[in-house]
């Protein structure tokens, strides 16, 4: 499919771009595949934990006063399931999705920062590991994934459970800033010569804007969560009361943080959606820029809509109505896109292909959720609903209609790509239909259930408030969402051994990623793509008609590791960008500073010990080559 | 794209019409005022003008607009009463001004709406919106103190109620107790008026107030109430003493 | 870029300032810490809006003379660092193996003169919200600032050793812009800290 590239140069890319042998080659590794790989696995494991989590709730609330689980059990699973869902598999999962697909996308043989790109792997691995090592043995956080002061404070909750929860939670917003920063300029700087912004696949567009969105909303989690650890460890006041604190501070720096990130996650999905409309529609999407423009407009948007998490906290009615009136507004956005997909897919002629099919289950999950959030954004309303479990329904329609069916779709999209393996098409199909009944029979009751008074996060409730039936409907059908994720699952395996070669473009697609190897070699491309238009393997003049042309990029008498810098709007050739190579500096950084920041909650010395040690592994990291090494 | 822009600023226009109706309608309560504290996991009801202190049934006169001042001793609550108003938290170190206009006399379930620990889940409460002569009347008897104990075993239930520390946290107004009350617990002036036990969580019977007593974790697992150890015939006694309260 | 293969090898290796992806890194730290300080500064005066009296009278308002003096000579530490930059893009060295120490020696003189004045307190992180609030600002600013010593004292050695050379300045570029923005924001944290107790009500 490519320009003939002579076989050495060939040998000697695989060579200069591998990684080391061994357990300690593996644990060096930088390849952006590689992460992305790391971060979509370790992720999909951290989903498969989260979901098993809401099946025991779910059993425990199936009646009233069943005690399958106690209170302390049940208020601890509850935490642990929004902080995974949250913090553990949406946004490191988009991100590894980022990770592994971008350098595809635009052309380039790894990201910009490889080594950084591994760092906040082992961030997101260690902060990770060592909230379920709390949980599995007994000390998980217990105080909601929003973990509210005081109620979270030292004088209300002297357990470590939410030491655990204040620790990891601002290691992992620490992963989230490296990669968010990391997808940032990788898309501003290396993309394909002639790939100008406005040739940008969507995808590669929702991805630059989830990661500015990112590197705007989490650093107010990370200063919340280190008041409230110098609360609970240095005796702060922050939230409280009697010294002068304030419980509600919590609430909006949580909420600051906590709005967009339910955009930061549903944004890159309508990415995953638009490449797979535009690919099984069989046209140009129609609409590029309302898309675009729709996508910054919810991102801008998304930031000034955290009050309405806080209608009830009682707050002055004139400011609640500018907020309801924002949220309101974001419907108007989300609206246009849908238009655009609906459009595209009328006028194309549609393939319903596994992939389509989750997008079509998608765009009806979604539209619900999308009215029931029109409803809670006005603000009497909101006051009945608010922390019912109108509320749960509402938040899992937009949440696995928005995020997780558009990455379902994705996945059966790209996994020819990163495996080399067509998967299965039936079963595909029986998961989806799975998936889709058992979502909509669990969570559609809800609704009900919170307008006939059933709070949010309750253990348990009395007989005689007739709310056994409708229970017991979405638990039993909890069971068949389960399952359908559990086909799922053994289709990735099943297929993967059943090895139906996909080829390098078993779809057709219109991006760059489809132009190379399934699975793609470790430079990505043999010789770098240049771009004359927004659909290159679409566009008879592009790339896809005579073979590639473009940059080999390789000298056998220097061997760097290269890739293409270009310019940020116009992707005009610009720097012979050399990439630093594998290195375990990266995990050495990683395992210091979580020294310092997860030692804090046992010893408070092991915060200076921590910064000694990742002062050591940054000097390390980030030396500069010899003047006689360096190109 | 231009109708969705109409739909959604007319709903726009409704919430703020809405909004504007409920706090222009608080404003003029002709009620009485009621002090709601939120504890965990049970509410305490002051009336101040009446001196009346009562827990988790909250009586109120049907057809006035009583005003709820909300406020938080420990951690946040919130309050909610789906048939009556949507809910309103009740913060530490804030209060908060809601007001229950319930046209028809009832009894209307609430729950706290904010999680707030182990026993969240079952922290209910009664509104008992009363005619207000019948809620003058409950108000008029709520006000008295506890009567002395009528017999031999009331009084030595009375005697257990001090030695077993539970007036640390339990006031009983005139039942003799030493007032040290720290309103950890709900005042037990006027037990035996009320319908329930744990908070909206059992019916007040002589068996759950026994079961209560001994050991409140097998009712409600979490509640701040530590088990007792008594005697069968003791634990008779204090169920006695405290049903005599009226 | 008109058919056949695109000849890069003209291409340089090294780019400096915006066209280098290393600055834009940077920027993007820059712009996640100034946001966590922007937060401690809102958390301040959301503290000081739902206080009576803050600071508390117990505390009181903070004395003005040294801190100001110490900020003059945080924000004057920036030109030895930006002489050196400018020098080093011109192909000299020299410059900032004289500016950077200079530079080093006052954020010390800088710390110093902040742990002296808070030892002087007799109030402190966990004294109320206020101690809070302000220890907040000061402790996270005075750690950057011994990141930044510690930094610049590796940008040194790197120079010396030629790891950083006039033709491939952007580590030095790089702890520059870090440099500037740890001393500029200290200006808003000094406003906040000192002159806002003074001037509004």
């Given at each position: 499919m490519s320009r003939a590239v002579a076989e050495t140069v060939l040998k000697g890319l695989e060579r200069l771009w591998d990684r080391p042998p061994g357990f300690v080659g593996w644990l060096s590794a930088v390849n952006h595949k590689a992460v992305g790989t790391r971060y979509i696995v370790t992720a999909g494991i951290f989903f498969l934990l989260a979901g098993v989590q809401a099946l025991v709730m779910r059993t425990q609330l199936?009646?009233?006063?069943?005690?399958?689980?106690t209170p302390e059990q049940y208020n601890q699973l509850f935490t642990m399931h929004g902080a995974t869902m949250m913090f553990l598999f949406a946004v490191p999962m988009m991100e590894g999705i980022g990770i592994y697909l971008i350098p595809l996308m635009t052309g380039a043989r790894d990201m910009v920062f490889p080594r950084l790109n591994a760092f906040g792997y082992w961030v997101y691995l260690i902060a990770g590991t060592t909230l379920y090592i709390g949980f599995f043995f007994g000390h998980a956080p217990d105080a909601g994934w929003f973990n509210y002061p005081p109620f979270s404070g030292p004088a209300f909750s002297p357990g470590v459970g939410i030491d655990f929860w204040v620790t990891t939670i601002t290691f992992i917003e620490v992963a989230a800033l490296v990669a968010a920063v990391e997808i940032l300029v990788t898309i501003l700087k290396v993309r394909a010569a002639g790939m100008s912004m406005g040739r940008a696949p969507l995808f590669v567009w929702s991805q630059l804007i989830m990661a500015i969105m990112i590197i705007f909303a989490m650093p107010p989690l990370i200063l919340a969560s280190v008041m409230l650890g110098l609360d609970r460890m240095l005796g702060a006041h922050f939230f409280n009361v009697a010294a002068g604190g304030d419980p509600v501070l919590w609430q909006h720096l949580f909420w600051i943080f906590g709005h967009p990130e339910v955009y930061i996650i549903l944004i890159p999905a309508l990415g995953i959606v638009s490449a797979v409309i535009t690919i099984f529609s069989r046209r140009p999407i129609i609409g590029y820029t309302p898309i675009v423009a729709s996508m910054v407009a919810i991102g801008f948007l998304s930031f000034g809509l955290w009050v309405h998490h806080m209608f009830t906290v009682g707050l002055p009615i004139m400011g609640l109505n500018f907020f309801a009136a924002a949220s309101m507004m974001i419907a108007i956005p989300s609206g246009v896109q849908i238009f655009c997909w609906m459009a595209t897919v009328w006028k194309g002629r549609p393939i319903m292909a596994a992939p389509m099919l989750y997008v079509l289950g998608f765009v009806f999950i979604f539209v619900a959720g999308g009215l029931t959030g029109v409803m809670v954004a006005s603000v009497p309303f909101d006051w009945q609903v608010h922390d019912s479990h109108f509320i749960v329904a509402h938040m899992h329609y937009v949440l696995?209609?928005?995020v997780v069916f558009p990455l379902l779709a994705g996945f059966h999209l790209w996994y020819p790509k990163i495996t080399g393996y067509m998967l299965s098409e039936r079963l595909s199909k029986v998961a989806f239909w799975l998936v889709f009944v058992g979502f909509n029979v669990t969570f559609f009751p809800l609704h009900e259930l919170g307008f006939r008074g059933m709070p949010r996060r309750i253990y348990t409730y009395l007989p005689d408030l007739g709310w056994g039936n409708l229970n017991l409907l979405a638990t039993a059908s909890a069971f068949v969402l389960g399952i359908g994720f559990a086909v799922f699952a053994f289709n990735l395996f099943w297929s993967a051994a059943r090895r139906r070669h996909a080829g390098a473009d078993p779809w057709g697609?219109?991006?760059?990623?489809?132009?190379?190897a399934s699975p793609p070699a470790?430079?990505?491309?043999?010789t770098l793509p240049v771009v004359r238009g927004r659909y290159p393997l679409w566009e008879p003049a592009g790339i896809g008609a005579d073979g590639i042309e473009g940059l080999e990029l390789y000298d056998p008498e220097e061997p760097h590791r290269y890739t293409l810098g270009t310019t940020i709007m116009d992707a005009e050739p610009q720097q012979r960008r050399p990439l630093p190579g594998p290195s375990i500096w990266p995990l050495a950084l990683a395992v210091a500073l979580a020294v310092a920041v997860i030692g804090s909650m046992m010893d408070l010395t092991l915060v200076p010990i921590g910064a000694a040690l990742a002062f050591i592994a940054m000097v390390g990291w980030l030396m500069p080559p010899k003047p006689e090494d360096s190109p | 794209m231009f109708i969705p822009a109409v739909i959604l600023a007319g709903l726009t226009a409704v919430t703020i019409l809405t909004g504007a109706r409920i706090s222009i309608a608080a404003q003029d309560a002709d009620g009485p005022t009621v002090e709601v504290i939120g504890h965990q996991f049970w509410w305490e009801a002051r009336y101040p003008d009446a001196g009346v202190v009562t827990a988790n049934e909250i009586h109120i006169p049907a057809g006035q607009a009583t005003r709820l001042r909300l406020m938080s001793n420990d951690v946040i609550h919130s309050l909610w009463v789906p048939r009556l108003h949507g809910k309103l938290d009740l913060t530490p170190g804030r209060v908060g001004d809601l007001v229950l206009r319930p046209g028809e006399p009832g009894v209307y379930r609430g729950f706290c709406a904010e999680f707030c620990g182990a026993q969240h889940a079952l922290m209910g409460l009664l509104i008992v919106a009363q005619p207000p002569d019948e809620f003058d009347a409950w108000l008029a008897e709520q006000a008295r103190s506890a009567p002395a104990p009528v017999d031999p075993e009331r009084a030595r239930g009375l005697a257990l109620f001090t030695r077993h520390d539970c007036h640390h946290c339990h006031l009983i107004r005139g039942g003799g107790t030493p007032d040290e009350s720290q309103a950890m617990g709900p005042d037990l002036t006027h037990l035996s008026s009320r319908s329930t036990l744990g908070a909206v969580t059992v019916d007040n019977t002589s068996d759950n107030l026994a079961r209560w007593i001994a050991d409140p974790h097998r009712i409600?697992?979490?509640?701040l109430m530590p088990p007792t150890q008594l005697a069968p015939d003791e634990l008779q006694a204090l169920v006695r003493y405290l049903e005599g309260l009226p | 870029m008109n058919g056949g293969v695109l000849d890069v090898?003209?291409?340089?290796?090294h780019t400096t300032g915006i066209d280098a992806p290393e600055w834009w890194g940077i920027v993007g730290l820059v712009v996640i810490e100034a946001i966590v300080f922007t937060g401690a500064m809102a958390s301040y005066f959301h503290l000081k809006v739902v206080n009576d009296a803050w600071p508390p009278a117990f505390i009181g308002e903070p004395e003005l003379l040294l801190p100001t003096a110490n900020t003059v000579i945080l924000l004057l530490s920036t030109i030895p660092v930006w002489i050196g930059v400018r020098h080093m893009k011109r192909g000299n060295e020299r410059t900032a193996l004289i500016g950077l120490p200079i530079a080093m020696a006052m954020l010390v003189v800088f710390l110093s003169l902040k742990v002296y004045e808070y030892a002087g307190h007799d109030w402190g992180v966990s004294t109320h919200a206020y101690g809070s609030a302000v220890m907040l600002m000061t402790g996270l600013h005075m750690a950057h600032v011994g990141a930044v010593i510690l930094k610049t004292a590796v940008i040194i050695q790197y120079i010396r050793s030629g790891r950083i050379e006039p033709r491939r300045p952007v580590p030095l570029e790089a702890n520059a812009v870090y440099y500037y923005f740890v001393a500029g924001i200290w200006v808003p944290l000094y406003a906040t800290i000192y002159l806002a107790p003074h001037l509004l009500p």
């Open positions: 199936a009646q009233p006063g069943l005690e399958l689980l696995v209609g928005g697609g219109d991006t760059l990623e489809w132009a190379t470790v430079y990505n491309f043999a | 409600k697992p979490g509640v | 090898r003209k291409l340089p290796a």
